[in-house]
């Protein structure tokens, strides 16, 4: 009996000994810390939000990672022989080996497909808004606010700001004074307050109010066409647009504020690497098909039967005479050609947009520069808008209290319109009026 209590004693020490060196040398083996980066295949942005799990070889989910805002992640790895399962709404998803690597830089395309098989809400990001000098959270803000984000600008060829706005919020009104490249426009937000002072917004760039000046309006008595200073901010520039609607949200600028504001926040540096962008688009822009108009025959019988039903048919006047077929008349050859005036000053007007961003920064500096150039011909002859834009934006962390920012833009535009005629008309609605008999050129009676 005792020989089989030794035996059973010698095998239990046997077998503790053995799950204790098992229990040693699983703790003797460090898991793994990786890291990496994920970005888009054509823009390289970062990728926030994005899902990094670890599967082993039986396909399960041993651990996982969300990225952080900068599209960064840390991982701690159970095992080098799994992998990684690299997903994100919109994109195709990818499975790559750990092997020896720490350091991953993982790049996504859009999903061809646009399938998504699989969406798990993993939680909600608090939504912000500005007020041009901080940033408030959206459940928190009591007062009426529509954003519109950076992201849906690079979408279409637009030129200038009130093209992005129009349409994308609610209330908002935005109106052209003419079709011309850089004309001036009219923003009305719920509509005009006011029967006899201005109804715009007030407009804030980076916290600067932009301040309307006499040379923007529209002055009939010199001629000169209204312009638009918005035009002279590159849109690829915006980070987002946030226009606050009623008192609560505006009271912070005052009185100048009665119209609502119009918040316009441009880009600013992440913690990456450099990003480079350049865009680039051209297209050709083509005025409606005029109002049709009588030709010059037409004309002329119109004129004759209008004199004729007011009573001052006289074919021994001027006025009678210009439009009669009468070769004995001095003035005939005035009144013989058949013009067509819109034709003359319409055209098929070409437009450029050229546009390079850096975008990157570490942990204590930050950095976005960016240069744009357009060249937008207007579809009027003697119409047309040109543009060179400079941007550089700089944050620099000296301390965790003290930072330093600086923003600094250029902008160079030249706006080549047509004046207006004595009465306030536009040419185009001259060419509406004008006689169709009448020759473009004087004609030479001797």
């Known amino acids: 009996m005792k020989k089989l209590i030794v035996a059973f004693k010698s095998y239990l020490m046997l077998f503790l000994g053995f799950c204790i060196c098992v229990f040693v040398a699983h703790a003797q083996t460090p898991r793994v810390v990786i890291k990496g980066t994920i970005t888009e295949v054509k823009t390289g ?78 939680g909600l990001k608090k939504a912000v808004v500005s007020n041009g000098f901080t940033d408030i959270v959206k459940r928190d803000l009591s007062s009426a606010v529509s954003t519109i984000k950076g992201e849906v600008f690079s979408e279409q060829p637009v030129t200038s700001i009130d093209q992005m706005i129009q349409g994308r919020a609610a209330g908002v009104q935005v109106v052209s004074s003419s079709g011309d490249p850089g004309a001036g426009i009219d923003i009305r937000i719920r509509g005009a307050s006011s029967i006899g002072s201005g109804n715009d917004p007030l ?133 013989q050609s058949d013009t067509k005036w819109n034709d003359l000053i319409r055209r098929a007007a070409l437009t450029q947009n050229y546009s390079l961003s850096l975008n990157g920064g570490g942990e204590s500096v930050k950095y976005s520069f960016g240069t744009s150039f357009t060249d937008n011909k207007g579809s009027s002859i003697g119409t047309g808008f040109q543009r060179a834009t400079g941007r550089f934006n700089l944050d620099y962390k000296v301390s965790n209290r003290l930072n330093f920012s600086a923003n600094i833009p250029f902008t160079r535009s030249k706006n080549t319109n047509l004046a207006n005629t004595s009465s306030g008309g536009t040419v185009y609605y001259t060419s509406l009026i004008k006689a169709p008999s009448m020759p473009v050129f004087d004609v030479d009676l001797t």
């Open 45 to 122: 942005k970062l990728l926030a939000g994005a899902s990094i799990t670890e599967v082993n070889s039986n396909d399960r989910q041993v651990n996982g990672v969300m990225t952080e805002e900068d599209g960064s992640f840390t991982l701690k790895i159970a095992d080098t022989k799994n992998k990684l399962r690299i997903a994100f709404i919109g994109y195709e998803s990818k499975v790559i080996e750990i092997g020896g690597r720490t350091n991953f830089n993982i790049i996504l395309d859009k999903d061809k497909g646009g399938s998504m098989d699989e969406v798990i809400v993993i």
């Open 203 to 335: 407009f804030v760039i980076d916290g600067i109010p932009i301040i309307s000046t006499p040379f923007d309006g529209n002055s009939t008595q010199t001629g000169t066409a209204r312009i638009n200073p918005l035009a002279d901010i590159n849109p690829l520039d915006i980070e987002r647009i946030d226009i606050l609607k009623d008192g609560s949200g505006a009271a912070i600028y005052g009185s100048r504020a009665a119209n609502g504001v119009v918040i316009v926040t441009t880009k600013r540096g992440r913690k990456s690497v450099t990003n480079i962008t350049l865009n680039t688009s051209f297209g050709v822009q083509e005025a409606p098909p005029p109002i049709p108009v009588l030709n010059a025959a037409e004309y002329k019988v119109m004129r004759l039967e209008a004199m004729q039903n007011a009573g001052t048919l006289n074919p021994f006047l001027d006025a009678t005479r210009a439009h009669l077929n009468d070769p004995s008349y001095f003035s005939y050859w005035y009144y």
